[in-house]
């Protein structure tokens, strides 16, 4: 059963990340500009002036935050930042969107539209103080994960209710070959947001409009699913002391001033405790 940790509605809550040499949760409402996180003495927040979406750790105070312009570092105990690279800082009219740092100590990240609407999406690859496009014409991407055993990768595009596979390098971690289909939800109608892969290979997907997170194993088949207390469910990350705790940020973005009023949860973070086994996020090598 999930439940809050914490009670801060984001309209657009999204990339949880749990920091191993902290041992702390951080995550972002991409439409706050904010980075958000909780410790014992309470909840903490950064406030940036544009859109940041997602991060990786490059040592226990500096993170890699991908924004609507750039990727950059940012220095948690000094607020310090410095621009690693620029993300389509020329199209104004895309930002970040989902990512998550890969196990060669790089780190995927996707753009999209802002009205979300338009196939001009893409993901890209920081690797090694390159910035390399890996996929283009895309609506929503999400779900950036990574097998256990560096053999694939998995993204989705929200807006088609896929999700891909792509088959990488073990010594470098560039694809190789095609993207396949892993799950296709167009029957279902569900429709697939961020994700996070266990230490099992379970693939552990949040699925936007649903209020929950579902399990499939590496062939595709479902396993499970909790849900959650807000219905835009939209990014699962494992953390706690053991890595066993399962945390989802929500949304309230697109939701009636009704819906949010009949349920107040909508936007806040939900944790599922002892969902299953999770590995370190690894971390970003600049």
Request: aromatic fraction near 12%; hydrophobic fraction near 40%.
């Amino acid at each position: 059963m999930a439940e809050i940790f914490d009670d801060t509605a984001c309209k657009l809550g999204e990339g949880p990340l749990w920091h191993p040499g902290r041992e702390q949760l951080f995550w972002f409402d991409i439409r706050g500009m904010r980075l958000h996180s909780r410790t014992g003495d309470g909840p903490e927040l950064w406030q940036f002036g544009e859109h940041v979406s997602a991060a990786g750790w490059i040592d226990r105070d500096t993170l890699l935050i991908a924004s609507e312009t750039k990727l950059f570092t940012f220095n948690l105990a000094t607020g310090a930042s410095d621009t690693i690279a620029p993300l389509e800082a020329d199209i104004p009219a895309t930002r970040s969107n989902d990512g998550r740092a890969d196990p060669w100590g790089g780190f995927w990240i996707g753009t999209m539209a802002k009205t979300g609407d338009e196939g001009i999406g893409a993901i890209y690859r920081y690797y090694r103080g390159e910035v390399r496009p890996l996929f283009t014409g895309l609506f929503i991407p999400n779900a950036i994960s990574f097998d256990r055993n560096r053999g694939c990768a998995y993204f989705a595009d929200t807006s088609l209710k896929t999700v891909w596979r792509q088959r990488l390098d073990d010594g470098t971690g560039w694809p190789v070959g095609d993207a396949e289909i892993f799950l296709d939800f167009k029957a279902e109608g569900l429709l697939p947001d961020g994700a996070v892969v266990a230490s099992d290979g379970t693939f552990w997907n949040a699925q936007w409009g649903s209020g929950r997170v579902a399990a499939y194993d590496p062939e595709g088949r479902f396993l499970k699913a909790y849900a959650v207390g807000g219905e835009n469910s939209s990014c699962p990350a494992f953390g706690g002391p053991d890595l066993t705790d399962l945390y989802c940020t929500t949304a309230h973005q697109g939701l009636s001033r009704e819906a949010r009023e009949a349920n107040p949860e909508n936007g806040m973070t939900f944790v599922i405790k002892g969902a299953g086994q999770g590995l370190p996020e690894p971390r970003v090598i600049l």
